[in-house]
């Protein structure tokens, strides 16, 4: 029986000892039994040490996880950093800054210890200073020579002794880094002479030390004996949102050694208060001081903690300064007074303003500069040097736009000026001459107006009428052909003749000048000139036929897509037929999207024209190109035919005449969808002819140059019914009977 009470008194006495862990508490320690830390990391709670709460849930496993040797340099410095911790709750003045601000604005220095290493292990195998006072656990290297020899490790033990053989038990302890070496001298001299020695610390003693108040992980630490009050702070991931950055107190034997700000060190790097730890010492962050928020046009926007009579000035100092964008004529102080009401208070930055003294909870708003310029009038749009220009009275737009050269881009020179191909095209759009505007700000509604003016008539004319007042704030802006669309009569266009001309080149076109009129002007065609088989191309139609032929085949890929999903058949045959079909017919797509839309436009020409007086009167635009080439010798018989060539002309000879020289169509050839690309770009098939007296497309007589096309019969599937004519696909899309090589 009083076995069983003893037993039940040491149960006891074992969970009485367990219950004075505080709740919420951190510890961190090293294990006497081996050189890796181990760290004690129950569940916590930001706030004080006790602060109360429902205790942490049982682990199932041992608590104390043993830290790897790698998460410490071998130089001792700190481990890995952690990743960024969850952001913390913010504190009831951010969010009540937050509020009035409509953004959160961070607190200053707080973000000093979002990284933290993983494990706190600070650095311990610098030099020791010549103040370290020795104590137990410091491990003592000695090495002597002459009259002896010795090179020992020694411990300090418990009592602060060291042992030396033949010297006996030496107390060191309380002893300073600097006498050591004298007092060891003097030791081992009572017994031996003529020596010398060194002496040097090797690994040195673990202290414990507590972080208590409002720190972001409160608890028990064991450091390095070099550590000081800051590297326990970082430990122990610094001060809570709640907890004070300017106040932070270090207790030994419940007396206060020092009071380290960290405003100090942030603001000036100064870390003289900073004050080595002790066995035992306290770590006491305490709650949050008065603060303010300086918002706006400051350096380092943030929630500053004041100290007793801090000015405005003082504050933004803390701030950083003003920013280079700042409004130093005014600041807004949004102030509570007597934890009851709030008010706005609004004044100058001057002398007295920067002396105001500033209040806990005050919320500052410096503000930036105004965009707008008191005197300036801008520039902008196709003109040589857009921004903004100073104003001064009796300014007009003639000040602003002398003459012609300030309408010149730089675009113009860059392009003049660069070392590219030799290429002839208009290097920066025209000038819009018939419109361009003054916008102007009435100050009476505040509303934008517009001044137009013609800017021929002022630069090319000089007509006084158009030479406007122009008031301060006011922007011109000069226009270009591309940014407003002028009559065609007035468009300006680079032609590029090529081929067959008595002067072949790049022209400009005259504004409103046609086709004819502008090979007229150059000298017309040369003798040679095959003129039905002229190739006419724009621009504008390259874009808008290319767009089509890309959206046929997004079309194609969509039904291909569909089919892919369908029943592909119960037997292995028909499913091996179906993937057959699918990917013959996705390498068809593959091949269409190598083939690109040329811009022809069929002109309608006779095949016996030959002067400029049967080109048609067709309006130019920039980029056009009319390439006039010699008559050809050849007709070209291309597709599913079994002598694919080009074959001499003969007057006279038909389709079937040319089928006959390339051996006739092949097995896989579709003849029904046969058809005829003529030498002007035109596609004739042979529904197209069906019916005629002349007997069909077959009995067509060709011009040199032109090419019978025999398509492959197209068996894969329903997805390419749509593309099945192909002379339809050609005419649309403008596609010369060089695609075929693709396609085929």
């Not at 300014?395 to 736009?401: A, E, N, Q, S």
């Not at 390419?720 to 004519?725: E, P, T």
Request: net charge neutral; proline share 6%; aromatic share 6%.
């Amino acid at each position: 029986m009083c076995l069983g009470l003893v037993r039940d008194w040491i149960v006891a006495i074992l969970v009485f000892l367990c219950c004075l862990q505080p709740l919420g508490a951190q510890t961190t320690l090293l294990s006497p039994a081996s050189d890796e830390p181990q760290l004690l990391t129950p569940s916590l709670k930001e706030g004080n040490v006790g602060s109360g709460g429902p205790p942490p849930s049982s682990p199932s496993v041992d608590p104390r996880v043993t830290l790897k040797s790698s998460e410490t340099s071998p130089s001792g410095s700190p481990g890995p950093l952690a990743a960024p911790e969850a952001a913390a709750a913010l504190s009831e003045f951010q969010e009540f800054v937050a509020s009035s601000l409509g953004r959160r604005l961070p607190i200053y220095g707080y973000n000093l210890f979002d990284r933290v290493p993983t494990t706190f292990a600070p650095v311990d195998r610098i030099p020791v200073t010549d103040d370290y006072v020795i104590g137990p656990g410091d491990e003592v290297l000695l090495r002597a020579w002459g009259q002896i020899d010795v090179d020992s490790r020694l411990v300090v033990d418990r009592g602060g002794e060291v042992f030396l053989p033949k010297v006996g038990a030496l107390s060191v302890a309380g002893l300073k880094y600097q006498q050591l070496p004298e007092y060891l001298r003097s030791a081992i001299g009572r017994v031996f002479r003529n020596f010398d020695l060194t002496v040097s610390l090797g690994q040195l003693r673990s202290i414990q030390v507590f972080v208590v108040g409002q720190a972001r992980r409160p608890g028990s630490y064991t450091v390095s004996s070099l550590s000081t009050l800051v590297n326990a702070l970082f430990a122990s991931g610094g001060p809570s949102t709640s907890g004070s950055m300017r106040h932070i107190q270090l207790k030994r034997n419940n007396v206060v050694v020092t009071e380290f700000d960290f405003y100090d060190l942030l603001l000036k790097g100064d870390k003289s208060k900073d004050t080595r730890l002790l066995p035992g010492d306290v770590i006491y962050i305490p709650p949050t001081g008065p603060s303010i928020a300086l918002a706006g046009s400051v350096n380092v926007p943030a929630i500053y903690e004041l100290q007793e009579g801090t000015t405005l000035a003082r504050a933004v100092e803390m701030a950083g300064g003003l920013a280079t964008t700042a409004d130093g004529q005014k600041a807004v102080v949004e102030r509570i007074e007597n934890h009851g009401t709030r008010r706005v208070e609004e004044f100058p930055l001057n002398e007295e303003g920067w002396e105001r003294p500033l209040q806990d909870g005050d919320l500052v708003r410096i503000f930036s500069l105004s965009p707008r310029f008191q005197n300036a009038v801008t520039l902008r749009g196709n003109v040589a040097h857009p921004g903004r220009v100073e104003w001064h009275r009796g300014m007009r737009l003639r000040d602003l736009i002398p003459n012609q050269e300030a309408l010149v881009t730089s675009d113009y020179w860059n392009a003049a000026n660069s070392g590219a191909r030799p290429d002839i095209t208009r290097n920066a759009p025209d000038v819009n001459w018939d419109y361009a505007v003054i916008q102007r700000l009435d100050p009476q509604d505040l509303t934008p107006r517009l001044v137009p003016f013609a800017l021929g008539k002022l630069v090319l004319e000089g007509d006084e009428r158009n030479n406007l007042a122009l008031a301060p704030g006011d922007t011109v802006i000069v226009f270009s052909q591309n940014d407003m669309a002028v009559p065609l009569e007035k468009r300006s266009a680079f032609l590029r003749l090529e081929g067959e001309f008595r002067t072949a080149g790049v022209f400009r076109a005259e504004a409103g000048e046609s086709l004819r009129h502008l090979v007229e002007r150059v000298g017309g065609f040369t003798p040679d000139a095959y003129l039905y088989g002229a190739e006419f191309t724009r621009e504008s139609v390259r874009a808008e036929q290319q767009k089509g032929l890309d959206a046929m085949i997004e079309k194609i890929e969509e039904d291909i897509s569909r089919n892919a999903l369908a029943s592909a058949g119960i037997t292995p045959e028909e499913v091996a037929d179906h993937r057959a079909k699918l990917e013959a017919q996705r390498q068809l797509v593959e091949k269409l999207r190598q083939v690109k839309a040329t811009g022809r436009v069929v002109l309608d020409l006779k095949p016996g024209a030959r002067g400029v007086a049967d080109l048609p009167e067709i309006a130019l635009e920039n980029g056009d190109r009319l390439l006039v080439p010699s008559r050809p010798l050849t007709v070209a018989v291309l597709g599913a035919v079994y002598n694919k060539n080009s074959f001499l002309y003969r007057r006279g000879e038909s389709v079937d005449g040319y089928l006959k020289r390339a051996g006739g169509p092949t097995r896989d050839a579709d003849r029904d969808r046969m058809f005829l690309i003529r030498a002007d770009g035109s596609v004739l098939s042979k529904q197209s002819v069906k019916g005629l007296w002349s007997g069909g497309l077959s009995s067509l007589r060709l011009m040199p140059g032109d090419a019978i096309v025999v398509p492959e019969r197209l068996n894969r599937g329903s997805t390419l019914r749509s593309i099945r004519d192909w002379s339809q696909v050609f005419s649309q899309f403008a596609l010369g009977a060089a695609a075929i090589n693709v396609l085929k």
